[in-house]
């Protein structure tokens, strides 16, 4: 619908149906911006479905070059021309989505990964903790 970006999709009429559960954890704050961790717990599995819930409610996830809301940074991403601007709105050079745990069934063996968040990711949730 009207967009540059050839990979960015949408939520629409015409989309394949997609669940996300969302509960806030901590309300916090980064250079006085208001912004939420939240725990994403995704019923169904489409492209891009976590990131797309959360512009859709006007949410976008941190770093997030393609649903951001900013198409034009994601078109400068691909290019190579990001400005120190963008760079700025981005906060993080990648996005602050973490699979901290994921847990599923394959073959019939049950499977559980967990993993911390990376030391950027961590160092800014530390940040908007101050």
């Known amino acids: ?26 309300h916090l704050s980064y250079e006085a911006l208001p912004m939420t961790w939240v725990l994403i717990m995704p019923a169904t599995g489409r492209k891009h479905q976590i990131r797309i819930h959360l512009a859709h409610i006007g949410h976008p996830v941190v770093g997030d070059k393609i649903y951001g809301g900013d198409e034009g940074r994601y078109l400068r991403f691909i290019a190579g021309t990001l400005t120190p601007e963008d760079r700025a709105a981005l906060i993080l050079a990648n996005q602050a989505l973490h699979a901290q745990a994921l847990r599923f069934v394959w073959r019939g063996r049950h499977w559980s990964f967990t993993a911390p968040p990376d030391a950027a990711f961590g160092a800014m949730l530390t940040s908007c903790r101050s």
Request: charged residues 20%; glycine residues 12%.
């Open 1 to 26: 619908t009207g967009t540059r970006a050839a990979s960015r999709s949408c939520v629409g009429p015409d989309g394949a149906p997609a669940v996300t559960r969302i509960a806030a954890i901590e």
